[in-house]
């Protein structure tokens, strides 16, 4: 399912909704256990997981280049919230009887040609992360982003309007 964009006071709001049948726990360890991480975001590093922390974000270009990502927010077992370039990124976790609710925000300040592949991205990354806690590896799949890229680019454009 696209997310979800609006246009708040400051900018945009996509929200993903993920329903898991995980537990919390299990949620909770493959957004901040960097073995878990690296399956299905291979560029972040948690260096420091507090409020005011630090999560590494590694080029992978071959220059060694990594950029220091602060945590804006942070409670464990429920929020995530950290710096996204000049936005932001925010994980919130919510108990349910059958597992938990894995919410993705992304704080937009302004669309640029950029943002339709990032959501595409995000959405295609919270896929490769349902996928690994069923027990499933799957490599980032490129045409899965280029088909969710055309369905964003138009969902951004109209929002714009």
Known sequence: MLAVIEKVEDG??????RPLKHSIEKVWAALTENDKLARWMPNLQVED?????TIKFDMKDGSGTFIDIKILDFEEYSVLEYEWGKD?????LYPKPEGCLLVLKEFIGTITDHTSKDLSGWHVCLDVFSALLDGRFIEFPKGEW???YEKYDIAVKQIEK
């Open 49 to 53: 997981l507090r409020n005011g922390g």
């Open 146 to 148: 280029e088909k969710w």
């Open 88 to 92: 932001r990124v925010r994980f919130e």
């Open 12 to 17: 945009y709001v996509a929200r993903y909704d």
